[in-house]
């Protein structure tokens, strides 16, 4: 099966989920993000991005931000170590998005702030410094996902960063212990091992950077089974 892309519908990703399980799964994707040292990492990236490119200011855009757990996170990170970075979240679910408004107000931090908002949805676009995604990329198909990283490309002015599960045997049984042990939501626990089923390889990730422009991307692998994509603008 791991030879084997198996991309299924995901309960979270259903129109008209009910709104106190989508929060509580919400809960528990924010518990495995922690876990997964997932903001940690991308703060070392965006602070890289800052040092070569010899700026004093950042913004970030993060797509598909879900609960907004990881752009909060890195926003209170900037705040406690005086650095200057903006970040904004974006996501199709209103309910996700609430979550995220909520969470960001409670933790008192003014320089983070999320909206409504379908990635692939036309408009005039503003530019970020860094766009980034999180466990999104498996949930499409590949023709949506080149669409995707090209709509990343054309949204950034410097970097372009992907973090996501890659396809193993070894990542499915971590996922499938793993989200019960941190979560007690089934949609967790369904959608978890669902989603490194779906997950692409890393050279399948890696050829749909080169057609999507993203040429020269550099891989790299992290616990827990995740890679870490990162592109430059030349």
């Given at each position: 099966m791991w030879h084997q892309r198996l991309l299924t519908a995901e309960i979270m990703d259903q129109p008209g989920l009910d709104e106190l399980a989508h929060r509580q799964a919400l809960t528990g994707l924010r518990r495995v993000n922690a876990?997964?040292?997932t903001a940690r990492r991308l703060w070392f990236q965006l602070l890289d991005v800052m040092r070569r490119r010899r700026l004093t200011s950042l913004s970030v855009l993060d797509l598909a931000c879900g609960g907004g757990d990881v752009a909060l996170r890195l926003a209170k990170t900037a705040t406690l170590r005086g650095v200057s970075m903006t970040l904004h979240g974006w996501d199709k679910s209103e309910t996700a998005v609430a979550f995220a408004k909520v969470a960001a107000k409670s933790a008192d931090v003014d320089n983070v702030d999320f909206f409504t908002r379908d990635v692939f949805e036309a408009g005039d676009e503003a530019e970020y410094d860094v766009v980034m995604c999180t466990l999104f990329l498996h949930h499409l198909k590949r023709n949506v996902a080149l669409q995707f990283l090209e709509r990343?490309?054309?949204?950034?002015?410097?970097?372009v960063l992907v973090d996501d599960l890659y396809r193993s045997r070894r990542g499915y049984l971590m996922a499938l212990v793993g989200c019960r042990l941190l979560s007690r939501s089934p949609i967790v626990h369904f959608d978890g091992p669902a989603s490194v089923k779906a997950a692409f390889t890393i050279d399948e990730a890696a050829q749909l950077a080169h057609e999507a422009g993203l040429e020269n991307a550099r891989f790299s692998r992290h616990w827990p089974q995740r890679f870490l994509m990162q592109w430059n603008q030349p």
């Amino acid at each position: 099966m791991w030879h084997q892309r198996l991309l299924t519908a995901e309960i979270m990703d259903q129109p008209g989920l009910d709104e106190l399980a989508h929060r509580q799964a919400l809960t528990g994707l924010r518990r495995v993000n922690a876990v997964s040292l997932t903001a940690r990492r991308l703060w070392f990236q965006l602070l890289d991005v800052m040092r070569r490119r010899r700026l004093t200011s950042l913004s970030v855009l993060d797509l598909a931000c879900g609960g907004g757990d990881v752009a909060l996170r890195l926003a209170k990170t900037a705040t406690l170590r005086g650095v200057s970075m903006t970040l904004h979240g974006w996501d199709k679910s209103e309910t996700a998005v609430a979550f995220a408004k909520v969470a960001a107000k409670s933790a008192d931090v003014d320089n983070v702030d999320f909206f409504t908002r379908d990635v692939f949805e036309a408009g005039d676009e503003a530019e970020y410094d860094v766009v980034m995604c999180t466990l999104f990329l498996h949930h499409l198909k590949r023709n949506v996902a080149l669409q995707f990283l090209e709509r990343m490309k054309t949204l950034c002015r410097h970097t372009v960063l992907v973090d996501d599960l890659y396809r193993s045997r070894r990542g499915y049984l971590m996922a499938l212990v793993g989200c019960r042990l941190l979560s007690r939501s089934p949609i967790v626990h369904f959608d978890g091992p669902a989603s490194v089923k779906a997950a692409f390889t890393i050279d399948e990730a890696a050829q749909l950077a080169h057609e999507a422009g993203l040429e020269n991307a550099r891989f790299s692998r992290h616990w827990p089974q995740r890679f870490l994509m990162q592109w430059n603008q030349p």
